[in-house]
């Protein structure tokens, strides 16, 4: 089956630029997650949809990170402004269901300069 | 809170040696714990997980409740080992589905 497929697979910006990053997710899988990993850290949950609505978004900083899931299938995540520490990989990934294997996409590296 | 910590940055043994990687958590209810994998240049994949109890291209690993540990074993490594392996911890509640990490710990197997 085809894999989660996320682009661009990079992307550089200067600070104070915005950014937006997409996920197509496995067709059918009902749970789709964002996960940032800075580098030498392991990955970090931004947000994690269900269908199209929000389960835990408690770790997004979302005076300037926003992501939405329409139509319950692919997702954008948005950074503005972006700040030198979101510099990371922007992971997505996604799942059948909550208690199922999450399968993830290859990721975006964002470069804030 | 949960937490997972993998003490190991780095740990490189020779081919043929014994493997151990190091994954230890923190946690109050009822853990659910995975070994995730990434090889160069691939993506992030699921190696094996706690409740299914089986052997993944010879790598086990065991829940110890007491030490709250879940250490990742291979008799003997081969090079094609060489990856970045991640614990990871999956919680119940209303963060049903979210997967805590560690930081990760890059294995080197030398021929």
């Known amino acids: 089956e085809a894999g989660v497929a996320q682009s661009p697979r990079y992307k550089i910006i200067e600070k104070r630029q915005s950014v937006a990053f997409w996920c197509n997710p496995i067709?059918?899988?009902?749970?789709l997650y964002w996960y940032q990993q800075i580098l030498g850290q392991g990955p970090k949950l931004l947000i994690q949809f269900q269908n199209n609505g929000v389960v835990d978004d408690s770790q997004l900083p979302k005076d300037r990170f926003s992501a939405e899931r329409l139509k319950g299938v692919d997702s954008t995540l948005k950074i503005q402004p972006a700040k030198l520490e979101d510099s990371a990989v922007y992971l997505c990934?996604?799942?059948?269901?909550?208690?199922?294997?999450?399968?993830f996409g290859q990721g975006t590296r964002l470069t804030v300069v | 809170a949960q937490r997972v910590t993998q003490p190991e940055k780095l740990l490189s043994v020779f081919k043929g040696a014994p493997v151990e990687l190091k994954c230890n958590y923190s946690y109050s209810g009822s853990p659910e714990l995975f070994w995730y994998v990434q090889y160069s240049r691939q993506r992030l994949q699921l190696l094996l997980r706690h409740i299914s109890r089986e052997s993944i291209k010879g790598f086990t690993a065991d829940l110890n409740k007491g030490e709250t540990s879940f250490h990742l074993k291979k008799p003997f490594a081969q090079e094609e080992d060489s990856a970045m392996y991640y614990c990871a911890l999956k919680a119940g509640g209303t963060s049903y589905g979210k997967l805590t990490f560690g930081q990760g710990t890059i294995l080197t197997v030398h021929p």
């Open positions: 067709s059918g899988h009902a749970t």
């Open positions: 990934a996604s799942s059948p269901s909550l208690n199922t294997e999450a399968f």
